[in-house]
């Protein structure tokens, strides 16, 4: 860790910048198997939350591998610090006030406890979303080719199969995919943060 470092506060406090851009910030975090469907539903829920005029942005775990996080493998300790990471950024975007939109598999209890931990010891809101589908399902769907992969012995360490996945115990938000369309998983989320006060029901624009 980085020694002789001091934290240099701003003049603005995130009360103030949240009444100054007339929104909160949060982190929205989607965790599930691969093939559950959490990208799905977070791009859903980004484009209807920016349709509706409020500022979000959707981090995906492939995409952050890119760039970010390109030097992490698939190994526990690679997992654990790809988790770490996301959620700092993650954080830094709700610091910002935006709606912060989390996809990733993050398949240990405790790295995603601990994301929880980050935020809310800085006062900023974090709903953790359960994309469950049975993995015989995902296995089915496999729209990467990867469960396939995984079984012939092509993919080591690979979650649901190789690798463990530590369901959520008690998720702000549970949604089955193989019984929800996704306007209706998106329409489930966007209701909760209605009634949670994270989002006024009249900010968001419905489809007909």
Do not use: C
């Amino acid at each position: 860790m980085a020694t002789n470092i001091t934290w240099h506060s701003g003049n603005v406090t995130l009360q103030e910048r949240q009444s100054l851009l007339k929104q909160k910030g949060l982190t929205i975090w989607f965790t599930g198997l691969s093939a559950s469907g959490k990208s799905t539903l977070a791009t859903a829920l980004e484009q209807t939350l920016l349709h509706s005029g409020v500022n979000s942005y959707r981090l995906d775990g492939d995409n952050i591998r890119f760039g970010l996080n390109k030097n992490l493998g698939f190994g526990p300790e690679d997992r654990t610090e790809n988790i770490r990471r996301i959620s700092e950024v993650a954080k830094l975007f709700a610091d910002a006030t935006v709606v912060a939109l989390t996809a990733f598999i993050s398949p240990y209890r405790t790295d995603r406890d601990n994301a929880r931990v980050l935020h809310e010891s800085a006062g900023i809101p974090f709903v953790e979303v359960f994309v469950d589908a049975p993995l015989d399902v995902v296995e089915e769907r496999d729209p990467k080719g990867l469960y396939k992969k995984a079984k012939a012995g092509e993919i080591k360490e690979f979650t649901g199969i190789s690798a463990p996945y530590e369901a959520p115990e008690h998720p702000e938000i549970h949604i089955k995919t193989n019984e929800l369309s996704v306007e209706q998983g998106v329409e489930a989320i966007i209701q909760y943060l209605v009634d949670k006060q994270l989002l006024a029901s009249d900010q968001i624009v419905r489809k007909n």
